[in-house]
């Protein structure tokens, strides 16, 4: 690969599949370098995936911080010890400060599992079913001071089955998100998408919708 590759910190709380589509498109043909894997759950199986990949991980358990200013204090210094250019959020569940957003700023993206801005925050192949939706998805977004708010670059679409469940329809949706997260980032590692001004620009121009990924097939 003749392209120089972008380094980046991954934060995780758990399983750590997006992580491991990373890891695996990371080892074949995604520009990018993940310096370290960061959890704030010490049993996040994720981590067991950055040992496998020899990706150095750190656990910082926000429940032994008296609040979360100096929980993210702490989780700053940590990643910015790894001089990453990306913050890479897969499944990382942790609302975050303004002040910690901006010291980010455009250069933290998010994986949601809903077609923003419908259904931020939990639950979101429940109330997805809930409403009667036909279709649900996944979304990739800068990050901002407001929860699953920040704009949205790419998103993929998932057809609603009628005897979908929560469980069903989540497993489809992260199944597509192992393909969108490392789309999302090669966009980014080829400097193709940018924050500039709170609006997202695709290579140089305005972005008026969401980049759509072709559905698989
Ligand atoms: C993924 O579905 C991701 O979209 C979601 O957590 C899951 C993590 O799975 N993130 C959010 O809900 C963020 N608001 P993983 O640990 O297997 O990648």
Known sequence: MSQPRVS??????GSGSNLQALLDTAASDLPLEIRAVISNRADAYGLERAAEACVPSRVLDHTRFPDRETFEAALAELIDGFEPELVL????MRILTPEFVARYSGRMVNIHPALLPAYPGLHTHRRCLEAGDTEHGASIHFVTAEVDGGPVFLQVRVAVDEDDDADSLAARVLTQEHRLYPAAVRLLCE?????HDGRVLLDGQPL????QLEPAN
């Open 8 to 13: 980046a910190v991954v934060l995780i709380s």
């Open 191 to 195: 400097g193709r998408v940018r924050l």
């Open 89 to 92: 959020l897969a499944g990382f």
């Open 208 to 211: 008026a919708q969401p980049l």
